[in-house]
């Protein structure tokens, strides 16, 4: 982000009353990661801010400090369309292009807000009128941190922000082990434990604590998961009717894919869940080395993402997805390394 965009953004702030924040549909732990530390550091600078998620969030996001702040487009959106009407600057947070936020999509492009777009996916949209766009970093988290920096402020990150950023930080990053955990990622993650962040406390409330339902879902999964070693693919199936059989939740499925992954020999990872009510099936791709999951699920499944973690989605059954996705496989057979 060049100096005189800084400069800008400092000069809206300065003049801004009411701020809004907006992750993307389907929120993460980086996407309310972000917009939380966000809330936080813009509430301690006197403004008058919100969050608005499109949708809602998983169970094991719900801890976080200021998540009970957050509204709910889905359930309120009486409430939050004046809010965003009204907005100042609008602070949209990993994700690039507006079709990302669902049935907000039409409020924001109606907004006459300035909008500040702060996201590490590839291929930006030009919607926003700051952008601070890198595709190399580990996380929307890393980048809300540098951008707090070049405001000049990380001293007024708490430990309240810490924790937010820690938390999307890690769960972007797989616990640090993907490739996009730079010494720079590190060196951030240093210096939020330094400020706050209990990084043992964080780990256990995301990975350590499950429901019985969701460790029988895990275990449906697992007798599902399907191997081609021919092509290193592994894949896992979820219909409907077994996640209602296991009192499906949102988030519940969050991690499987990367079972498949941890095969020996294996270095493209799929899971297919399938969303009866929204009437698709959704996707997430996951890969080690060099095989793009991101070109893969443009080219073939409505997505994208990142080089090595992607999502997607499919309108036609579970069955014909799976048959679709197994046709066009071979077609990578060089870029799966064989």
Known sequence: MIEQSILEITSDLSTANNIVIVPHKGPDGDAIGSSLA???????????????????YPDFLKWLPGQEDIMIFEKDYMLCKPLIANADII????????????????SLIEAEATFIMIDHHPEPSTYAHHTYSDATMSSTC???YQFIDK??????????????LYTGIMTDTGS????????????VIADLIKRGADNAKIHQQIYDTSSESRLKLLGVALQNLRVNKELRTAYITLSQEELDQNNFRKGDTEGFVNYGLSL????????????KVDGIIKISFRSKGS??????????FQGGGHINAAGGKSDISLEDTIVKFNSVLPEYKEDLGL
């Open 38 to 56: 966000m809330y936080h550091f813009l509430k301690g600078k006197g403004h008058d801010v919100t969050v608005i998620a499109p949708n809602d």
């Open 91 to 106: 602070f949209t947070l990993d994700f690039n292009d507006l079709s990302r936020t669902g049935d907000m999509q039409d």
């Open 176 to 187: 640090f082990r993907f490739r996009s955990t730079s010494s720079e990622t590190h060196k």
């Open 151 to 164: 405001l000049r402020a990380v001293k007024s990150i708490t430990p309240e922000i810490a924790t937010c």
């Open 264 to 275: 020996e020999g294996i270095i493209f990872a799929a899971i297919f869940i399938e969303h």
């Open 291 to 300: 095989f793009n999951v991101n070109q893969f699920s443009r080219a073939h």
């Open 142 to 144: 890393q980048m809300v």
